[in-house]
Structure formats: C-alpha cells, structure tokens
C-alpha cells in the first residue's frame, strides 16, 4: 500500500501567529493513515516542529540547498533541517525553477543532499502550458523524471506533478487529464523498478481546493496533493485532508 499524503505549501505567507494557530490545530486532526505535511516559511521551522513534535503532524521545508555546508550565505542544507524536526522538503518547485532558474540537475542534487541527511524530498515536476498545447508535456516530464531516476531511483521519495498553469491560477487540470500524466508517470518508474513505482506517492498539484479535491484525490495513481493558496486557511487545508482520508 501506497502512502498518502497531504503537503501544505504556505510559500510566502503566514506569521509566527499564524503557525501558532494552524500546528496545534492540525496536529489534532491527523490521523496516521494519511499523512499531513506543512510547509511553513523557513524562519517558522523550528517553531512549527517544536509545536507538532507531539503529534503525527510532518513539518517540510519549501527549499534546500544541494550542498551539506559552505560558505552560502542565505541558504541552508538538508542535515539543518532535519537538526529542526522537519521530515520533508520540497525541491524543485516551479517558483524555484522559473524564478531562480533551478536546473533538472540542480533539484537532483537537492533531493540527494536530503536523502543523505534523512529528509525525505517532494520532487516536483510539471509542464507549462505552451509546451502543453505544443504537445510536449510527456517529453518535458521525461526529461525532468530522467537523473532522478538514475541518480535515486531506489531512495524514499514523493513526487508531485505540478502543471505550471495550474498553479496559483484556479484552473486545476482536470481528474482526467492528472490521472492521464499520472498514470504515464508510474510507468516511466516502473520502467526503472517494478516495486519503485508501487511505492513511490504521486502527488497532484495545482489550484486544488476542498470542491475539486475529492475528485482528484478519487483517481487511481493520484496518492495526494500539494496544496498552495487553500492551504493558508486551516480549515479549507482540513477539507481537503478529509477528502483523502
Ligand atoms: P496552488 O499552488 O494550490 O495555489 O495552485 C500549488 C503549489 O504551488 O504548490
């Protein structure tokens, strides 16, 4: 059986308040049998770690750096990160892609700097809509997939398909449209390793909100979601918690 998860990705939003508020919260409404992940701001790690240690509550970083230490000033490695309670990060978001111009090598080498220190990456992936209407989106998820495959094929890792339209925008790929990706992305790992693919949590990302979660969350190689703007309210993230459990 596969895990399934819920990420929140706060990006950059919340407040120490607001992480006092929303831990203790959540960690309440856990149950183990899908796991829940919050994403807090990196200043609020160790805050929301100290307040969910009690509970099956996970805490995720948004971000990691590839190396173990160094003179980089501003960023902070996977070991530091595990030092603070947290059990994930993700890597490789497309705001980190577009934005601070992440190659496919570069979040390979931050999901293997966490692997090493004990930190379970969320991988993600996902095409933009000109390459979606230009029928490329197997092709640049290949290509995204490809050194992860060889690199960690055989370490725990979540992978999140995140098609960059979706994000932020509202328009969610449909149920139908995710499992398509979904399904071809379980088979380009089983392809690599039968027992890989069975195992690895393919997790939706994209304008998922409590009215569509369900629907998503129904579909067969859909493990979970990664959840943006609806997960800043706790009550609409528990929403669309309950409609995995
Ligand atoms: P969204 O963001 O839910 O606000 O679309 C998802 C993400 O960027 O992970």
Redesign the pocket.
């Given at each position: 059986m596969r895990r399934k998860l819920v990420v929140a990705?706060w990006?950059m939003y919340g407040s120490l308040m607001q992480c006092r508020e929303a831990v203790p919260t959540l960690a309440k409404a856990v149950d183990p049998a899908v796991e829940l992940v919050l994403c807090p701001p990196a200043p609020y790690l160790g805050t929301a770690s100290d307040l969910a240690s009690a509970s099956a509550l996970h805490i995720g970083a948004q971000d990691v750096a590839a190396q173990k230490e160094g003179a980089f000033t501003g960023e902070w490695a996977a070991p530091m990160l595990a030092d603070v309670g947290c059990r994930y990060a993700i890597v490789g978001?497309?705001?980190r892609r577009q934005r601070h111009a992440e190659s496919d090598a570069d979040v390979v080498a931050k999901a293997g700097s966490c692997v090493e220190a004990g930190i379970i990456p969320i991988v993600?992936i996902g095409e933009t809509e000109q390459e979606r209407l230009a029928g490329q989106t197997e092709a640049v998820l290949a290509r995204q997939l490809g050194p992860l495959l060889e690199a960690r094929g055989r370490a725990d890792f979540v992978l999140a398909y995140?098609p960059v339209w979706?994000?932020?925008?509202g328009r969610s790929a449909t149920p139908e449209m995710a499992q398509e990706v979904h399904a071809f992305l379980r088979q380009r790992l089983a392809q690599v390793d039968a027992a890989l693919a069975e195992k690895v949590p393919l997790l939706y990302?994209?304008?998922?909100k409590p009215d569509n979660s369900a629907a998503l969350f129904a579909m067969p190689d859909i493990d979970g979601g990664?959840?943006?703007?609806?997960?800043l309210q706790t009550e609409s993230l528990l929403a669309i918690y309950r409609a995995m459990q």
């Open positions: 990705n990006k978001h497309s705001e993600c995140e979706a994000i932020g925008t990302g994209g304008s998922v990664l959840i943006g703007s609806a997960s």
